[in-house]
């Protein structure tokens, strides 16, 4: 079994905020699978299990606040007797750009409280993360993670998710250090609208939708980007070296 939490804070105000995000993952993967509205609270935490793939899989919401997340992480671990290496914990990073993820098998809080709650609750920093990235903030750095993804951000923030969802699944699948290997290396295509940069005037939708050229002939991929991840209709995958996408039992 594997668990996977994702942090953010519980109420109405949060919904959508950058600190969420972690949360938005979460509502990913649960859609992907067909569990949207199956989840059950329990322990601080809003959980939702079933297999995905070849893996039976937990996907936790803690419920405490971010300051807290550990107790509720605690007791998830100890009712499911799993090991912290069988853990994932995925959170906001305002260091990393939005289109950037970091794959970790272990390290610090790096100032995030909620990791900082993990790792003094459990007494170790020997679990994996996935740092997610939303952006550099400004002068007040709370008004800035508890703020809403901006319209100009929209699309590329879906891409994000999809990307994130596709890198848990291959943490499942291969470990965090596979994983890290394909998904530390991957950003957003390089056609994707820059959050911030003007729209042309006219058809802007079709062009927040198209991100990447579609590959001739194969309407179901695009074309590789510069670490050679395409994107297919189950999400983002990496190339092999013969040109095919890599599976992983999907």
């Given at each position: ?5 994702g ?13 969420n ?46 300051n ?19 853990l ?29 709650s ?17 952006g ?11 703020s ?9 923030l ?29 950003s ?63």
């Amino acid at each position: 079994m594997k668990i996977v939490v994702g942090l953010g804070n519980p109420g109405k105000q949060y919904d959508g905020t950058r600190h969420n995000v972690g949360w938005m993952v979460l509502d990913r993967i649960a859609e992907r699978a067909g569990w949207t509205g199956r989840g059950k609270t329990r322990d601080d935490a809003l959980a939702v299990r079933g297999r995905w793939g070849d893996t039976d899989l937990v996907l936790v919401k803690p419920l405490t606040y971010m300051n807290l997340s550990g107790l509720a992480v605690r007791k998830v671990l100890a009712r499911e007797h799993v090991p912290m290496a069988d853990l994932l914990v995925v959170v906001d990073d305002f260091a990393l750009p939005l289109g950037r993820l970091r794959l970790r098998e272990e390290g610090s809080a790096g100032g995030h409280n909620g990791l900082k709650s993990i790792i003094a609750e459990m007494g170790t920093q020997k679990f994996a993360r996935l740092r997610v990235g939303i952006g550099e903030p400004g002068q007040n750095v709370v008004d800035h993670v508890l703020s809403r993804f901006q319209a100009d951000e929209q699309a590329a923030l879906d891409r994000v998710l999809g990307a994130a969802a596709d890198a848990v699944e291959d943490w499942t699948e291969d470990g965090a250090a596979r994983a890290a290997n394909t998904w530390n290396a991957w950003s957003l295509p390089s056609a994707d609208p820059v959050p911030g940069a003007a729209l042309p005037v006219g058809g802007a939708p079709a062009a927040l939708g198209s991100g990447i050229a579609p590959v001739p002939g194969s309407p179901e991929r695009s074309a590789p980007d510069a670490n050679g991840v395409v994107r297919t209709k189950t999400g983002w995958r990496k190339l092999l070296p013969g040109g095919g996408p890599e599976e992983h039992g999907r």
